[in-house]
């Protein structure tokens, strides 16, 4: 019975001793209490982000880009984690920057549909810049070519989502109607005259 109680007793000291020195080895593996707070990067430039980013022992990861065109290009738009926030030396700190130039669109056919549905089209393609000029076709409101910056377009061209899009829509026929309407005013006041 002792020899049962020596060897129960001996294993929960063995144990004790392999809990304390895993949470000794742990705490020394993953540097427990050496942190840091990550800077605020948000609106500096991506060159002066990551500058600051390794002065704290943090290490700077494009994420992502969008394109503002009211902010400059290369700024830091977002980044992740927040500033603030407490985290271990060697962290990667993502960030979203302004893009450097706007993103490409490649247009799908755009003529020979109405204008309506061309507005859409682009809408969809986020360019939000579009004008009509109007030009004499027997069709109203009808596409008949698509111009940037002047040059005509064909499908498959690639333009930037901030370009301003011309779209050359017909006039389309005269009204016959009112015209029609004018001769009728028009012969029925001569024909009067001739009566009196």
């Not at 503002?68 to 992740?80: F, H, K, L, M, Y």
């Not at 893009?99 to 549909?113: H, Y």
Request: charged content about 25%; proline content about 5%; glycine content about 8%.
């Amino acid at each position: 019975m002792k020899k049962l109680l020596l060897n129960l007793l001996l294993m929960a000291v063995a144990t004790l001793l392999i809990v304390f020195g895993a949470d000794v080895f742990l705490g020394f593996w993953t540097r427990h209490g050496d942190t840091i707070k990550v800077p605020v990067v948000r609106s500096l430039p991506y060159n002066q982000a990551l500058t600051a980013l390794t002065a704290e022992g943090l290490e700077g990861v494009v994420a992502d880009s969008v394109y503002d065109s009211r902010t400059a290009p290369g700024t830091v738009i977002e980044q992740n984690p927040k500033a603030g926030t407490v985290v271990k030396e060697g962290r990667e700190v993502y960030l979203t920057i302004n893009a450097f130039s706007p993103k490409m669109v490649t247009l799908p056919t755009l003529t020979d549909i109405s204008q309506r549905q061309a507005r859409s089209i682009l809408e969809g393609l986020d360019i939000k810049n579009v004008v009509e000029r109007r030009v004499p076709s027997d069709y109203k409101d009808l596409v008949l070519g698509v111009r940037y910056k002047g040059a005509r377009l064909m499908p498959g061209a690639r333009v930037p989502i901030n370009a301003v899009i011309e779209l050359e829509v017909g006039e389309g026929m005269p009204d016959f109607e009112a015209a029609d309407s004018l001769v009728n005013d028009v012969f029925e006041t001569d024909q009067l005259d001739l009566f009196e």
